[in-house]
């Protein structure tokens, strides 16, 4: 198993997420860090502050030097496709390659009816969804594309210069829809995100990602496994660490550890020694 970790840029401030990130960058358990992409604090109160997860993702990428960063995840509905691809060649050009590219289908209907966005119909989100994900893995790897769908229309547009990673950064799709989500993911993510939960829900859940990757003649371990895992206000490292154990049992690749503010640096040693003393990292 590896071992990640998440600060919502929610509730807090600049310096302390800043904080957290420099001291993660020189504690080789963690991976990867991820950010969210909403404008309203979510799960709290909707009126508090939030930072804008790409540009906030960005400047961390630069005050860092070995994690990966992503996006977990970017509703699509906030942005262009193409404007997202074009954002995405950039980040990992001056991340060096570092990127996973997170997207979803997007839900957060307050803050989409609050600035005019469309959020639409479930189907319509989803059609909308699977379009962009077309959109965007062709902006990402090929020198044009033509697309003519019924939200998103192209016409030999580019994308240049294209990111270092090869054919374009890893796709994370973050979600549990068995229909539509886990289909989607099938077919065009390298990395699936469950958003948490027990393990046989987790487990349910991979098996029919298993069964699309098999309808259209894909390896699913082609596709890495990831959840959030919380690590309570209490700083409970033990039980973190219990939790990402037991999905380990049923496949999990990536337990990404979402952090509670307020953000403080001084959790990740003590957080990295319980993983170190686990075993999971050799397991």
Same mark, same amino acid.
């Given at each position: 198993?590896? @071992?990640?970790?998440?600060? %919502?840029?929610?509730?807090?401030? *600049? +310096?302390? &997420?800043?904080? #957290?990130?420099?001291?993660?960058?020189?504690?080789?358990? @963690?991976?990867?860090? *991820?950010?969210?992409?909403? @404008?309203?604090? /979510?799960? +709290?109160?909707?009126?508090?502050?939030?930072?804008?997860?790409?540009?906030?993702?960005?400047?961390?990428?630069?005050?860092?030097?070995?994690?990966?960063?992503?996006?977990?995840?970017?509703?699509?509905?906030?942005?262009?496709?193409?404007?997202?691809?074009? &954002?995405?060649?950039?980040?990992?050009?001056?991340?060096?390659?570092?990127?996973?590219?997170?997207?979803?289908?997007? *839900?957060?209907?307050?803050? %989409?009816?609050?600035?005019?966005?469309?959020?639409? %119909? /479930?189907?319509?989100?989803?059609?909308?969804?699977?379009?962009?994900?077309?959109?965007?893995?062709?902006?990402?790897?090929?020198?044009?594309?033509?697309?003519?769908?019924?939200?998103?229309?192209?016409?030999?547009?580019?994308?240049?210069?294209?990111?270092?990673?090869?054919?374009?950064?890893?796709?994370?799709?973050?979600? +549990?829809?068995?229909?539509?989500?886990?289909? /989607?993911?099938?077919?065009?993510?390298?990395?699936?995100?469950?958003?948490?939960?027990?393990?046989?829900?987790?487990?349910?859940?991979?098996?029919?990602?298993?069964?699309?990757?098999?309808?259209?003649?894909?390896?699913?371990?082609? /596709? &890495?496994?990831?959840?959030?895992?919380?690590?309570?206000?209490?700083?409970?490292?033990?039980?973190?660490?219990?939790?990402?154990?037991?999905?380990?049992?049923?496949?999990?690749?990536?337990?990404?550890?979402?952090?509670?503010?307020?953000?403080?640096?001084? #959790?990740?040693?003590?957080?990295?020694?319980?993983?170190?003393?686990?075993?999971?990292?050799? +397991?």
């Amino acid at each position: 198993m590896r @071992f990640a970790f998440k600060t %919502s840029p929610q509730n807090t401030t *600049w +310096s302390d &997420m800043l904080a #957290v990130w420099k001291a993660a960058d020189d504690i080789e358990v @963690f991976e990867s860090g *991820w950010t969210f992409d909403h @404008f309203y604090p /979510i799960f +709290s109160d909707s009126t508090g502050p939030c930072l804008e997860g790409w540009i906030t993702l960005t400047a961390l990428a630069q005050a860092t030097q070995r994690l990966r960063v992503g996006v977990l995840v970017t509703g699509i509905h906030y942005r262009h496709p193409a404007v997202l691809a074009n &954002m995405a060649a950039a980040l990992d050009i001056v991340s060096g390659g570092r990127l996973e590219l997170g997207i979803g289908a997007g *839900w957060n209907e307050e803050e %989409s009816g609050a600035y005019g966005i469309e959020l639409g %119909s /479930i189907k319509e989100r989803f059609d909308r969804f699977e379009e962009a994900c077309e959109v965007l893995t062709s902006l990402l790897s090929k020198e044009s594309t033509t697309f003519d769908g019924k939200f998103y229309q192209l016409k030999d547009a580019r994308n240049e210069p294209k990111g270092p990673q090869q054919p374009h950064p890893p796709i994370c799709i973050g979600g +549990s829809g068995e229909k539509r989500t886990l289909k /989607i993911t099938a077919r065009y993510a390298q990395h699936w995100n469950f958003v948490g939960g027990p393990p046989e829900e987790f487990a349910r859940k991979r098996d029919v990602l298993a069964g699309h990757c098999a309808d259209i003649g894909r390896d699913p371990n082609e /596709i &890495m496994l990831s959840s959030h895992v919380r690590l309570d206000p209490e700083r409970n490292y033990g039980k973190v660490v219990e939790e990402a154990a037991a999905l380990g049992k049923e496949g999990l690749d990536l337990a990404i550890i979402y952090l509670p503010p307020p953000y403080d640096p001084a #959790v990740l040693e003590p957080l990295a020694n319980e993983i170190r003393a686990s075993g999971l990292l050799n +397991s």
